[in-house]
C-alpha cells in the first residue's frame, strides 16, 4: 500500500477551509500567519512557496517577512514581537534552518506558545513530552494523522525511528508512545542499525542519506515511513529510503515526494487554524 499524504493532506484542507468559510461569512475574521525568513536558501524559499500556496487555499491571510543573511537581529526579535503583542495575528513560524550564526532557539521561544504553529518553542516541547495539550510539531503531527487515516495501528506496536531530531524524531517518539506504540531511537552513532530496523513493526527514517535505508534493514511487511527529502546522483528529488528496493518487502511505505511532505504542510495550516478557533 503506498501511503499517500497529498490526499490526507488535501481531506485536511478542505475541512479546514469549510470552517474558515463558516466563520467569515458569520462575521468572524480569517485567521492570519506570519512566516518570518532569514537569508536566500533555495530549498527555504521552496518550502515557504508551498505554506503560503496552502494557506491561501484554505482561507488563512498570510505575510511573508524576509531579511537577509546580515541582518541585525534586533530586527527580527522586533518582528517577533510586534507579532506576538498583535491580537489579529494567530500563527508565526521561523523558517528554518537560519544562517550561520543566528541563534535558533532564542528566536523561536520568542514566539508565545499559543501562536507558535510550528510546536518548537520550549514550552510546547514541554508540554507535549508531559502529555499536555500544546500546538504539535508538524512533521510528527502529520505521521501519526497519516497512520489514523490508513488505519495503521500504533497500540501495542514496536517503532523504530531512526534520528534525534528535536524538529522531528523527538516529538514523533513522544507522540508515538502516547499513542501506545514502544519506541527504540536510533541515530548516527548506533552500531548495527538492522538489528533495530528489521524486527520494528513500523520503522521512520528522519537521517538526511538519500536512500540510504536499502533492503538490508527491512524485514517483511513493515510499514516504512520516509521523512528524507533529498537529492540522488542526477539531481532527482528523493528520501531517506530506497524506495523501489524495498517497497516488495513492506505492507506500507510513503513515497518521496508526495508521502509526508503535504502533511507537514497541512499540519501547519491546522495548527493556524486551532490558534485563530481559540482566540475567536
Known sequence: MIIDGKIVAADIKQRLKQEIDAAVASGRRQPRLEIIS??????????????IKAAEEVGIVVSHL??????????????????????DVDGIMIQLPLPDGWNERELIDMIPPS????????????????GQKCLKPCTAAGIIDLCK??????????????GRSNIVSKPLADMMMAEGATVTQCHSHTKDLSKY??????VVSAIGKPKFIGRGYIGYEQVVIDVGINRDEEGQLCGDVDFDNVKESCS????????VGPMTVAELMSNTVESWRKRI
Do not use: H, Q
Not at 532569514?38 to 505554506?51: C, I, L, M, Q, T
Not at 530496523?197 to 513500523?202: M, V
Open 38 to 51: 532569514v537569508g536566500d536558501d533555495p530549498a527555504s524559499k521552496v518550502y515557504v512557496r508551498n505554506k
Open 115 to 130: 501562536k507558535d504553529v510550528d510546536g518548537l518553542t520550549t514550552t510546547n516541547i514541554g508540554r507535549l513530552r508531559s
Open 66 to 87: 524576509t531579511f537577509p543573511a546580515d541582518e541585525d537581529t534586533f530586527w527580527v526579535r522586533n518582528s517577533i514581537e510586534r507579532y506576538a503583542g498583535s491580537p
Open 252 to 259: 506500507a511505505i510513503t513515497p518521496v515526494p508526495g508521502g
Open 197 to 202: 530496523t528489521r524486527p520494528a513493526d513500523i
Open 149 to 162: 487515516y490508513y488505519d495503521i495501528e500504533l497500540d501495542g506496536k514496536d517503532v523504530t525511528i531512526i
